[in-house]
């Protein structure tokens, strides 16, 4: 049985980065990975400007005549400005460019205008309240990198050197099944035996959160000729196949055979607690990630295994979760897998739901993080431990 660390391994490793490029408009790009490096093609700000509403002057010339100095011109934001008159000072308001001339930028409460004479506090620093040009980006500098995940930051950024179009991956299709003769959609009444299948939209709502497009495949019946086909048009209708359920070891269990009938497993189990029956492999050479059936686990081991490998697929450089460290408010004896419990993080403490049962998906819901309990590792109340948030 494999550990985490390992499964996580094997799986980013045997990711292959997509390939297929789209352009797309920077404002439809959020989420999306960046398939070429950005360069900056000019200077951001493209020239000194002011940080304030104030006056900007010469600092020397100023100090030559005790800080009282005429004003020659206003310069607003957008505007071109003239070449600061000798011995003057200009009107300036936030982000308008400094003349030539001028060096530094006097806050307007710091200043006093009176019949056209502005008297500025002679505590002023010189080149003060100016920003000067590129100070956030310089022309030639690499300002985003391939395999870089587009944030509302990213498309600022982007917009500010003035690029509307960018490469990104085209979004994989990961299609996905549940299996389970017990399982009906919502919205349909239940009767003795049944239950709603949460699994569906879980694994939906996961992957579209990734920036990918779910391919539904619905609910398979219980049989070994239904698992099979259902395998067959997976593959063909998705990058990457995602099962819920049928990987355990029971009799009605098909999942896992029909991936060794159809292609190849290469894993199955890992120390991961819940959902160990986890299995990896390849259906006509379409990577195929089993998931176990109950809610919590589809859950815990969608974000903890797959997701890094659905990442990588899709290109992104960076994969590695980000741990915190977190005050325990609870004690927990350790067990023989890893476990990520479902908890709540607040000002630096972190407090676990009651009841972590696999089948308990409104702990999922009740918490913002994981914690991490190391194989063999006891947890009491204080203790610094290691917090995942979801991330989705």
């Known amino acids: 049985m494999l550990s985490v660390s390992e499964a996580i391994k094997q799986l980013v490793a045997s990711a292959k980065p997509a390939t297929a490029i789209e352009s797309l408009s920077v404002l439809d790009s959020l989420g999306r990975i960046l398939a070429a490096d950005i360069c900056a093609a000019i200077d951001v700000p493209p020239a000194d400007n002011s940080a304030m509403d104030g006056y900007a002057f010469c600092y020397a010339e100023a100090a030559a005549n005790q800080f009282k100095l005429p004003l020659s011109q206003r310069i607003a934001a957008g505007t071109a400005p003239e070449s600061l008159a000798p011995n003057t000072v200009a009107r300036i308001f936030t982000g308008a460019e400094i003349p030539p001339g001028a060096d530094t930028v006097a806050m307007q409460e710091n200043c006093t205008e009176k019949n056209g004479i502005v008297e500025i506090d002679a505590a002023l620093k010189a080149q003060g309240n100016v920003r000067p040009r590129g100070q956030d980006i310089q022309a030639g500098q690499i300002i985003l990198t391939a395999g870089s995940k587009i944030r509302a930051q990213e498309m600022g950024l982007l917009s500010s050197i003035g690029i509307a179009v960018v490469e990104v991956f085209k979004p994989l299709r990961v299609a996905i099944f549940s299996t389970g003769d017990e399982l009906i959609e919502p919205g349909i009444p239940l009767n003795p035996g049944q239950i709603y299948n949460s699994n569906r939209a879980t694994l939906i709502g996961l992957i579209r959160s990734l920036g990918m497009v779910p391919v539904d495949l619905g609910t398979v019946a219980d049989s070994s000729e239904a698992t099979d086909a259902v395998l067959i048009k997976a593959a063909e209708m998705g990058d990457i196949i995602i099962s819920a359920g049928g990987v355990s070891v029971g009799e009605e269990d098909y999942v896992k055979d029909a991936v060794v009938k159809a292609g190849e497993l290469n894993f199955w189990k890992v120390a991961i607690k819940p959902g160990k029956p986890l299995a990896f ?12 059936g109950n809610p919590a686990s589809v859950f815990v081991t ?7 490998f659905l990442l990588a697929s899709q290109g992104l450089a960076e994969i590695a ?12 004896t350790g067990e023989g897998r890893e476990v990520y419990l479902r908890a709540r993080l607040q000002d630096g403490t972190v407090e676990i739901y009651p009841n972590q049962s696999s089948g308990v998906l409104a702990s999922a819901c009740w918490g913002d993080v994981f914690v991490r309990q190391a194989k063999g590792q006891s947890i009491e109340v204080g203790d610094l431990v290691d917090v995942l948030p979801y991330g989705l």
């Open 281 to 292: 492999g390849q259906v006509n050479n379409k990577p195929f990630i089993g998931l176990p």
């Open 321 to 332: 979760p980000r741990f915190l460290k977190a005050r325990a408010q609870f004690a927990k």
């Open 302 to 308: 969608f974000v903890i295994l797959a997701r890094p």
